[in-house]
Structures are given as structure tokens and as C-alpha cells.
């Protein structure tokens, strides 16, 4: 039987349940096992495709065209279990299937309730993932411990120990043991009573994971493990990680976690081996070069808006054994202050994707200002769309070039609504999404980095390029150089002449592992990297008095 481990959070928020379970998975499928990753929301919305990236943050993409929780993509990062729209479900999700099967009377008149209804509706959703070609399934339950909207999923999986049995269910609890400085002591107390609230539900959990700033001494694991009721071998530090999130799996493993749930499940397996992980470590341990990439996006101050964008970056550093120094630059604030001041001496320039029309004139701003300096630009979906208004305001000399999301009377409008948009209403799960395909044109920057004739990429939006302006654009330089297979849709523009401009309509972040960075990213950072060594030998070549060194940038913490 498939087994299944059930991660909890404890005392705070934002504790690190995601990264966790997707390291406990990395973990296990080293171990020989096959693994898949599940995710639990307490939140009522569907799923996170309309809300806020203040509230939520990124919402990731499936190749099924699932849009779901920022977490699955750690699992993606760190695991080669398919994700599916299994993977994610929310309180919305169950409880509109339940409503759903109300109404077309499959209780056959029956007064429906959480118990047992709602309880039964999510353990079908655990049992989903497990199959003939799953050793273990690894489901996060989203929220915190005492949370009344997460009851009904901690009431689901205790019963689905009680229906499966104990020597199939490992429960995992992550808590926050924390360190104060005044007293310059570590507490223990928020621990046991996230505990107690576990237990009052009837989950005693198998294992302790402690989120710390500080060591915790055995002694104080003993007294956790005696309040708590859990095995002294069971109860692990996780130290937080100031260099890089890479660092927890390795942690996890020097505390010996695969080997507690290898023989909690008396499971056999390989040997534990993390070679390419730990080469990984090397390479950001020991960078060969430092460059620094501009970020400027719509939501910059907000981390986790651009989550895998991010991650992408420091992918493509660790395939290129660069340190990348990134700086997350509101575009409003370029149209405030001007390119000039806020992006100079950056070797590369990258512009995300995001709605609506805020800042978007700034966008455009940064795009010319990396292209007439030849400074390597990236741009990824609203990214792509910026590039077609800016090349075609200032080189096709369309002057009122926009976007019809934008401007509805632009008289030039380059971007413009998908035709199998034009119907919708709804918006939650209407877009055009998930992995589609993109053919390549032969000697292009893109297919150079892909080394392929035909991709497939994740897509998350409405509006597209207007191939009415395809042949202007292209009189002018610009080269559509990945379309759709019938070539209906551009996928990706560049510009031969340019060092690096390229723009992709789809989101490659989403196919970035650290192990294997994304082509596109790859190639980006590859060509900042020449850019700041071409810059360096120029200035070491150039008298004291002739140097034209730029003014360093201004990185964001």
C-alpha cells in the first residue's frame, strides 16, 4: 500500500512547511522511492488564479493548466513526481464538488455536512494521489495549527489514518522554537502547546520538525520530546538558512530524517546519495563571477510575486558558477525617477509579467534603455508584450503602440486580446494556460539556447502579439523567432543585432530546476556575464584618468 506523510504547521505562519515537504520529498526519492507532493489550502477561493499577488503571491502553473499554490513549485524545484491538478486543492475546490453532487442529488436527500461529507470529499482527494506507481504521497496541509479554517482538513486526516492504519500514515508537525535574546534562551512552551492543539484534534504527530534561529541542545530536545510525546530521534532542529534555501534538504538529511521515515514505514532502499546536490552547494559556495540583474516588475517589493523568477536566476548562477546580486526595482518608480538613474550599471535587465496598467510605462522605459545600451534584456509574458509596444513606438515608429488591455482606442494596437478570450466573462481559470507548444526558427538566439526544434512551455494569460504588425515589425529588425506550431500565436521575439533582447509570451520560470536551469535563463545570465567581463577588461585596459567605470547599482535587500 502506498504510504503517506502529513505535514503540519505549527505557531506562526510562513514557517516553511513548502520547502520542508519538498526537501523530505528530494529526500526519499534519493532513497530509492517513488514520490508524489500534494497541497492543502484552508482558503475559500478556488484556487489562487484571481487573487491578489500581495495576498498570495505567485500563482504557479501546471502543464494540465491547473493555477495553483507558489509551493508547488519548491516541489517541481526539488522532485520529479508529476503534479497534476491533484496536487492542489482548496476549501472552494471541495466544497464546491460537494455542493456540485448535492445538487445533482447523490445523497439521496441526506442533510450534508463537514462531518462526514466534507471530511470524505478531501480524503478523496488524498487518495487520488496514491497509485500502483507511488511509494509515498507527501500532503501539506496549508495554514496553522488552531486556525478554525484548517479543522476540517486535520479532522480528514486523522480519520484517514484511522481508515488506512498507522503503519501507513507518518504525521510530521513544523513548529517554531524560538530564541530570546533578552533572556538568551531558546522556549520551548509555543512547541508544546502547538502540540497540545494537535492532539486535542486526535493527531499525536510521529516527528518534530523546530524551526530555530539557534542550536537546540539535547537537553532541550529531550524536554520537547517528553512534553510532546515523541521519540528524542524524532525531534529535529532545522536551522534557518541564511545563505540558501538549498541547504535544507542537506540539513535534514545530517539529522537523519530519511532514515526515521525508512524505518517508521520498514521500508528498504539505496544508500542516501546527494552528489549533484552537493556539487550544487559548491558552485554557490564558489563563484567564478558576480553580476547583477535588475528585476523590474509591478509587484517588486512583494518577494514571493516573483517566487520562481527568482529561483530561475539563481539556477542559471549556479550553472554558470556566478554569485547573481539581484535588485528588485519598482517599474513605477522609473516612471517617477527615469531609466537612467535607477538601472545604470546593471549587466542585465529582466521584466516579469503582472496586470493591469500600473506601471507598465515604466516598463517600457527599462526595455529601451536596455536596448539602445545593449544591455542583455529577458522579458517574460507582460515582459514580452512591453517590448512589442516599445519597439514599436520607437523603431516602427508607431507612436500610440499599446496594448488593448491598456488602451482600448489605441490606434496602433500591437497587443491585443486572444480571439478565444474575446467571449469569456468569468475570470477565475479562463486564460489561456498550461504547457503548449512553441517551433523554433533555425539559428535564433532561442534555439541556440534550447538546442531544440519544438518546446513546450507553461502560458498564463489573455492577450497576445497582433501578427497585423508582424511584417512591420520584422522591416524593422525585430525577429519572431518561436511561434505556435500552425504559427497563428507569437511565442517569442528577439533581436538579432542586440547582444541579448529576447521576450517570451509563456512563463519558462516555471520549468527551472536547480540542478538544471532553464535554457532562456541560462542564456541570459550567460550573456551579463560577458557583459560585465567585457566591461571589466575594458576599464583594467584604461588609463586612470580615461576610466569609464559605471556607478555601481543600487542593490535591494
Not at 516598463?363 to 534584456?377: D, G, H, L, S, T
Request: charged share 25%; net charge negative.
Amino acid at each position: 500500500m502506498t504510504k503517506h506523510i502529513f505535514v503540519t504547521g505549527g505557531v506562526v505562519s510562513s514557517i516553511g512547511k513548502g520547502l520542508t515537504s519538498a526537501s523530505i520529498g528530494m529526500l526519499l526519492e534519493a532513497r530509492g522511492l517513488r514520490v508524489r507532493m500534494q497541497k492543502l489550502d484552508p482558503y475559500i477561493n478556488v484556487d489562487p488564479g484571481t487573487m491578489s499577488p500581495y495576498q498570495h503571491g505567485e500563482v504557479y502553473v501546471l502543464d494540465d493548466g491547473s493555477e495553483t499554490d507558489l509551493d508547488l513549485g519548491h516541489y517541481e524545484r526539488f522532485t520529479s513526481g508529476k503534479l497534476t491538478r491533484d496536487s492542489n486543492y482548496t476549501t472552494g475546490q471541495i466544497y464546491l464538488r460537494v455542493i456540485e453532487k448535492e445538487r445533482r442529488g447523490q445523497f439521496l436527500g441526506k442533510t450534508v455536512q463537514v462531518i462526514p461529507h466534507i471530511t470524505n470529499e478531501i480524503k478523496e482527494a488524498i487518495h487520488r494521489m496514491a497509485d500502483s506507481d507511488t511509494d509515498i504521497v507527501i500532503t501539506e496541509i496549508g495554514g496553522t495549527v488552531g486556525d478554525i479554517e484548517s479543522l476540517p482538513f486535520l479532522e480528514a486526516i486523522r480519520q484517514f489514518r484511522q481508515d488506512v492504519g498507522r503503519d501507513n500514515c507518518l504525521f510530521i508537525h513544523l513548529t517554531l522554537v524560538p530564541y530570546l535574546k533578552t533572556a538568551a534562551e531558546i522556549k520551548t512552551k509555543p512547541t508544546q502547546h502547538s502540540v497540545g492543539l494537535l492532539r486535542q484534534i486526535g493527531i499525536q504527530p510521529d516527528m518534530l520538525i523546530c524551526r530555530c534561529e539557534q542550536h537546540i541542545s539535547r537537553e532541550e530536545r529531550e524536554k520537547i520530546a517528553l512534553f510532546c510525546n515523541v521519540d528524542l530521534e524524532a525531534v529535529i532542529e532545522e536551522i534557518d538558512k541564511d545563505f540558501s534555501i538549498y541547504e535544507v534538504p542537506l540539513s535534514l538529511r545530517d539529522h537523519k530524517l530519511d532514515e526515521f521515515v525508512m524505518k517508521r514505514f520498514h521500508l528498504t532502499g539505496q544508500p542516501l546519495k546527494l552528489d549533484a546536490w552537493d556539487n550544487l552547494m559548491f558552485a554557490l559556495r564558489n563563484p567564478k563571477h558576480e553580476i547583477s540583474i535588475a528585476v523590474v516588475g509591478k509587484y517588486a517589493e512583494h518577494k514571493d510575486a516573483y517566487k520562481s523568477i527568482y529561483e530561475s536566476l539563481d539556477h542559471a548562477g549556479i550553472h554558470h558558477q556566478a554569485q547573481i546580486r539581484i535588485a528588485r526595482i519598482q517599474s513605477a518608480d522609473i516612471e517617477e525617477e527615469g531609466p537612467e538613474r535607477i538601472l545604470a550599471g546593471y549587466d542585465g535587465i529582466l521584466i516579469p509579467g503582472g496586470f493591469g496598467e500600473r506601471g507598465v510605462e515604466g516598463k517600457v522605459q527599462a526595455i529601451r534603455y536596455a536596448r539602445e545600451r545593449e544591455i542583455p534584456f529577458f522579458g517574460i509574458c507582460l515582459g514580452m508584450q512591453c517590448a512589442a509596444i516599445e519597439f514599436g513606438r520607437n523603431v516602427v515608429g508607431l507612436e500610440r503602440a499599446h496594448s488593448t488591455e491598456f488602451d482600448k482606442d489605441t490606434p496602433s494596437p500591437v497587443i491585443c486580446l486572444l480571439d478565444e478570450q474575446k467571449q469569456v466573462t468569468n475570470m477565475g481559470g479562463t486564460m489561456r494556460l498550461g504547457a503548449q507548444p512553441c517551433s523554433l526558427q533555425p539559428d535564433s538566439i532561442a534555439s541556440k539556447a534550447y538546442q531544440e526544434n519544438t518546446v513546450s512551455e507553461r502560458h498564463r494569460h489573455r492577450y497576445e502579439f497582433n501578427n497585423v504588425y508582424r511584417s512591420q515589425f520584422e522591416a524593422h529588425g525585430m525577429q519572431f523567432s518561436g511561434l505556435s506550431p500552425d504559427g497563428g500565436l507569437v511565442e517569442i521575439l528577439e533581436l538579432p543585432s542586440h547582444p541579448f533582447f529576447l521576450a517570451v509570451q509563456f512563463h519558462p520560470e516555471f520549468k527551472s530546476k536547480p540542478t538544471k536551469c532553464h535554457p532562456l535563463f541560462g542564456a541570459f545570465v550567460g550573456a551579463a556575464i560577458q557583459r560585465r567581463t567585457g566591461r571589466n577588461q575594458r576599464n583594467a585596459s584604461a588609463k586612470p584618468s580615461e576610466s569609464t567605470t559605471n556607478p555601481p547599482p543600487v542593490i535591494t535587500p
